[in-house]
């Protein structure tokens, strides 16, 4: 049984930004095979194989055309921005139950896809796990497939700015989506921790192990994330990446008890309470 990590990545950007995050796997998991998919050679030793791409778009047809060409029984896909911050072996566990696994797109989703229900979500392609099987085989076909017979009209968008941020490119998560849909795949959705997008609003609960984005310093995000690992939400404010802390209180002391109320019922709403138990019990 093969395990491998698998990178696609077109362009010379593309490849340097990969052999960052390649980096970080070594460093974690530094026995797990790596694979690179891409029209340039690169150039570094963290790959144990190099798989050509002939005739590269340099858009997101890369990836849905050649993902099916991973080397390996069990594979890992990562985008070139991900960034681990831990061992994530344990992620492979999850295929002796599942054929696929993803976290969920922090959107609801890109733009309206006919013929799957609104209830159905949209996960982020940027992080996946998938075992080699005939119904994996069939959702990539199925992937590629939609993705290339997508309307040439105008799409109905649900991301807000998403023309603009896709320009001529059509994303390929809404492709992926229904062909999700259309299949018989057994999916595990992954917890936000293993594909934290720091560029959305997310909640979080343990400890990030994956961070997905373009952090000016992995360090200080990965220190600022995972500084508390009590539930707690991250967002943008500004440029900044901004950490709100639950407030749960982590033991049964009056000032943490105190704190929660606050951070449920607000000032007014705590004093009252409060007040109401110190004359109940003094009563």
Not at 62 to 68: A, F, L, P, R
């Amino acid at each position: 049984m093969s395990r491998g990590i698998l990178y696609i990545a077109t362009g010379r950007k593309s490849v340097e930004e990969t052999l960052r995050s390649a980096a970080t796997v070594r460093r974690y998991m530094p026995n797990l095979a790596m694979t690179l998919v891409s029209d340039l050679a690169p150039g570094s030793d963290l790959f144990e194989q190099h798989i050509p791409v002939d005739q590269p778009t340099f858009g997101p047809a890369d990836k849905v055309d050649h993902i099916h060409r991973s080397p390996y029984d069990e594979t890992l896909y990562l985008d070139s921005d991900t960034l681990l911050l831990a061992d994530i072996r344990p992620l492979f566990e999850l295929l002796q139950q599942f054929d696929f696994a993803a976290a969920l797109s922090p959107y609801r989703a890109q733009f309206r896809v006919t013929q799957v229900p609104d209830a159905f979500p949209e996960y982020n392609s940027g992080v996946l796990l998938f075992r080699r099987c005939e119904v994996i085989a069939e959702l990539f076909q199925k992937w590629s497939r939609n993705y290339h017979d997508q309307p040439s009209q105008k799409p109905e968008w649900l991301l807000p700015g998403g023309k603009h941020i896709y320009g001529g490119d059509l994303p390929n998560q809404p492709a992926l989506r229904r062909a999700l849909y259309q299949s018989s795949v057994r999916i595990a959705a992954l917890p936000p921790e293993y594909n934290c997008r720091i560029n959305f609003p997310g909640a979080l609960h343990t400890p990030v192990k994956l961070i997905h984005g373009r952090p000016d310093s992995a360090q200080k995000t990965a220190a600022l994330l995972n500084r508390k690992t009590l539930p707690r939400v991250h967002l943008m404010q500004g440029g900044k990446l901004k950490v709100l802390d639950s407030s749960m209180p982590a033991k049964q002391t009056f000032s943490a008890r105190l704190r929660w109320s606050f951070h449920q019922q607000g000032l007014w709403k705590t004093l009252r309470s409060s007040l109401q138990r110190l004359l109940f019990r003094n009563g």
